[in-house]
Nanobody
Framework: VQLVESGGGLVQPGGSLRLSCAAS????????MNWYRQAPGKGRDLVAT????????DYADSVKGRFTISRDNAKNTVSLQMNSLKPEDTAVYYCNAKSRITQREYWGQGIQVTVSS
């Protein structure tokens, strides 16, 4: 199982970034996909979730209205569109896949997002 994130980088406050995660080695449609983030010196927090059946989504309060999670089951990818970025969004962002059947989880290696002027 491999999850590979892309799309991170440095952006100014108010800017946008789109993170993508490509999954391989999993029955992608059977997994709930999540984005987590970990800021320096802090724990890893759940940012957004998208379910496989129906594609319902959930967001942390801190990103509601600014971030949008989406998935393409045909391409085995999940994306996180991040708009109106703030300095407090600076973190390493991790893609996570959780099996609906076994609850087993898989993690990507993480990608840095820095929001700074």
């Amino acid at each position: 199982v491999q999850l590979v994130e892309s799309g991170g980088g440095l952006v100014q406050p108010g800017g946008s970034l789109r993170l993508s995660c490509a999954a391989s080695g999993v029955a992608f449609s059977m997994f709930v996909m999540n984005w987590y983030r970990q800021a320096p010196g802090k724990g890893r927090d759940l940012v957004a979730t998208i379910r496989s059946a129906g594609g319902s989504t959930d967001y942390a309060d801190s990103v509601k209205g600014r971030f949008t999670i989406s998935r393409d089951n045909a391409k085995n990818t999940v994306s996180l569109q991040m708009n109106s970025l703030k300095p407090e969004d600076t973190a390493v962002y991790y893609c996570n896949a959780k099996s609906r059947i076994t609850q087993r989880e898989y993690w990507g290696q993480g990608i840095q997002v820095t929001v700074s002027s």
